[in-house]
C-alpha cells in the first residue's frame, strides 16, 4: 500500500510494524510527558489561588478552565491538592462576613452557590460564627 509521499504503509505481516508500534509508543510517552507537564503547572496554578483565597472543589476547576486549562487537567490538578474543602468553606465564609452581612441560611446558600456540599458549607457556617 503506497501512502502520503510514496512511503510504504506496512499492512499485516509488513516488516515496519515494529517500529511503527515503537513510533506510536514514543508518540504517546511524549504526550503523556506533555500531559503531566500541564497538569502539574495545573497543581501549581490551584495552588496559588488558595494561597491568597478560598474555593470550593467545583469553582476552583472553573477557575482552572478560565486559565486555559482543559477540564481534564483542571479536574485532574484539583484532585491533587491536599486541601481540607470544609476548611476552605470556612476561609469563605469569612470572607464574606468580612464584607457583607448573611443571615445563617443565606451564607449556606451563598457557600453553596459557590460549589460546596450542604455539609461543607453548613461547617463552614458554623465556623465562622453564624
Known sequence: MEGRGGCRAAGPGGGSGTRARGRARAGADRDQAGHDRVAGAGVGKAEDYLDYSHFSKNSLIK????EGFSKKDATF???HLDVSWRK???????????????SRSGLIDQLKYEGFT???????AKKAGI
Open 88 to 102: 476552605q468553606a470556612a476561609g469563605k465564609a469569612k470572607e464574606y462576613l468580612e464584607y457583607s452581612h448573611f
Open 118 to 124: 450542604q455539609s461543607q458549607a453548613e461547617y463552614g
Open 77 to 79: 490538578a484539583v484532585e
Open 63 to 66: 477557575q482552572l478552565k478560565y
